[in-house]
């Protein structure tokens, strides 16, 4: 069982337009992080969220953070053939040490 | 930003043989470096954490005698993979961790694609 559930696993739309994807558990955490991954490399930080409620922007790309600090969205506006890639979300297990991602989200933008 | 470079970036091999794939972190040092595994169209998962000067720690199901890894300094871990089978064929990526950051921030490496004939 994942602690963190991505969905869609999959997504493909035409260059335009929006999409959101999203990632939820039952736990609480104190903080989340957005990756993206491009085939053939190694993930890219894009955000860290901490405050429930919290909303971050970077440019066409903006994450929220739930309330109860159990989940948090990615939309992003008018995507680009540049925005395709795996996109995982993932927290830090203090107790351990470590980074556990979710399932990730494939996205595939058209041109 | 902090940069991971990894080694070599992809490698073919025979069944059988042994494989090592090296992990350095170039502008900073790093007590902690993480081993992920990578199968197609899936997320990463955790196979191991090297600590420096000390025995790694392997995740539940993941075979030590098989996957050895060394972190001989503080900007160098190597995974090995020994006798390797066409099952152990993934994507291997690892990450190290700036110890001079105050936050747990992981920097992650271009990956290494292993396919074992």
């Known amino acids: 069982t994942q602690l963190l559930e991505q969905s869609p696993q999959f997504l493909s739309i035409q260059e335009g337009e929006n999409l959101t994807v999203y990632c939820n558990s039952s736990?609480?955490?104190?903080?989340l992080q957005w990756y993206r991954q491009e085939p053939g490399e190694g993930p890219v930080l894009l955000v860290t969220v901490v405050t429930g409620g919290e909303v971050k922007k970077l440019k066409r790309l903006t994450f929220q953070f739930g309330d109860a600090r159990k989940d948090s969205s990615l939309h992003i506006t008018a995507a680009q053939p540049g925005d395709t890639g795996l996109y995982l979300c993932?927290?830090?297990?203090?107790?351990?040490?470590?980074?556990?991602f979710g399932g990730g989200t494939r996205v595939l933008v058209k041109p | 930003g902090a940069v991971v470079s990894q080694h070599p970036s992809r490698v073919i091999c025979k069944s059988g043989t042994s494989v090592k794939i090296e992990c350095r972190s170039l502008?900073?040092?790093?007590?902690?470096m993480f081993w992920y595994r990578q199968f197609p169209k899936q997320s990463l998962m955790l196979m191991a954490t090297s600590n420096e000067g000390s025995k790694a720690t392997y995740e539940q199901g993941v075979e030590k005698d098989k996957f050895l890894i060394n972190h001989a300094s503080l900007t160098l871990s190597t995974l090995t993979v020994t006798s390797a089978h066409p099952e152990d064929s993934s994507f291997y990526i690892c990450?190290?961790?700036?110890?001079?950051?105050?936050?747990?921030?992981?920097?992650f490496g271009p990956g290494t694609r292993l396919t074992v004939l």
């Open positions: 990450s190290a961790r700036d110890i001079g950051l105050a936050d747990p921030r992981e920097f």
């Open positions: 502008d900073f040092q790093a007590t902690t």
């Open positions: 993932a927290f830090f297990k203090a107790a351990g040490n470590k980074l556990t």
């Open positions: 736990s609480v955490f104190s903080s």
